[in-house]
């Protein structure tokens, strides 16, 4: 009876120490199975994250000249108009400072009843009308100068994306950046499930070891 009961005994810690082993072995496998599919994941990510990088070289090279050129011609309009605007300054500041004293004279004519009325009259007629023909003149290349400045830098900028659209590299970065999003998503779920087979594995060995 001794000798059946040992045997049952043996038997049941055979079968124990089986089940043990195997589910000690299958954690092992999915431990292995997780780190592995973390490197995996982490040299996807980083070759992800390069290519993006490779991708914004090629647009950024073929923009630079037309950047340049933009910052050119910013300065070029920036000083034309300020040379401008400085000439039309200088131009009516003798015309601008006739026509305040001449509106003076003007303005104490009429209090004094002055015989010089008409003849301050005509005078200050006749700076208005210079002051007049000097700002239409000289304000009127400053609009101009103004206006193809504008224009030059504005058409700059337009190159400037035309560039970036049809060198292929914006497309490109973006269809790059989604893979990456898509990759990242993907090793999420994988390493998730790894988790979750070892937590499994963990129990079975639990349950295992006190004999299922």
């Given at each position: 009876?001794?000798?059946?009961?040992?045997?049952?005994?043996?038997?049941?810690?055979?079968?124990?120490?089986?089940?043990?082993?195997?589910?000690?072995?299958?954690?092992?496998?999915?431990?292995?199975?997780?780190?592995?599919?973390?490197?995996?994941?982490?040299?996807?990510?980083?070759?992800?994250?390069?290519?993006?990088?490779?991708?914004?070289?090629?647009?950024?090279?073929?923009?630079?000249?037309?950047?340049?050129?933009?910052?050119?011609?910013?300065?070029?309009?920036?000083?034309?108009?300020?040379?401008?605007?400085?000439?039309?300054?200088?131009?009516?500041?003798?015309?601008?400072?006739?026509?305040?004293?001449?509106?003076?004279?003007?303005?104490?004519d009429i209090v004094n009843h002055s015989v010089n009325l008409a003849a301050d009259e005509k005078t200050?007629?006749?700076?208005?009308?210079?002051?007049?023909?000097?700002?239409?003149?000289?304000?009127?290349?400053?609009?101009?100068?103004?206006?193809?400045?504008?224009?030059?830098?504005?058409?700059?900028?337009?190159?400037?994306?035309?560039?970036?659209?049809?060198?292929?590299?914006?497309?490109?970065?973006?269809?790059?950046?989604?893979?990456?999003?898509?990759?990242?998503?993907?090793?999420?779920?994988?390493?998730?499930?790894?988790?979750?087979?070892?937590?499994?594995?963990?129990?079975?060995?639990?349950?295992?070891?006190?004999?299922?």
């Amino acid at each position: 009876m001794r000798d059946a009961c040992a045997a049952v005994m043996e038997s049941l810690e055979s079968r124990t120490l089986f089940s043990v082993a195997g589910a000690m072995a299958q954690l092992q496998t999915d431990v292995t199975k997780f780190q592995t599919d973390a490197i995996n994941c982490n040299t996807l990510i980083a070759m992800d994250v390069q290519k993006i990088k490779s991708d914004q070289v090629l647009p950024a090279t073929n923009v630079a000249p037309l950047v340049a050129k933009l910052n050119l011609d910013l300065q070029s309009a920036r000083s034309a108009v300020s040379v401008d605007r400085g000439n039309l300054r200088t131009a009516t500041s003798g015309d601008r400072i006739a026509v305040n004293v001449d509106r003076v004279a003007v303005r104490q004519d009429i209090v004094n009843h002055s015989v010089n009325l008409a003849a301050d009259e005509k005078t200050f007629a006749a700076a208005q009308a210079r002051l007049a023909a000097e700002r239409s003149t000289f304000g009127s290349k400053l609009i101009a100068d103004s206006s193809a400045g504008s224009a030059v830098v504005l058409a700059d900028r337009q190159a400037i994306i035309t560039a970036r659209l049809t060198s292929g590299g914006t497309a490109t970065v973006l269809q790059d950046r989604q893979t990456l999003i898509n990759d990242r998503l993907n090793c999420i779920t994988q390493l998730t499930n790894d988790r979750q087979a070892i937590i499994a594995d963990q129990l079975a060995v639990i349950v295992a070891r006190r004999g299922g």
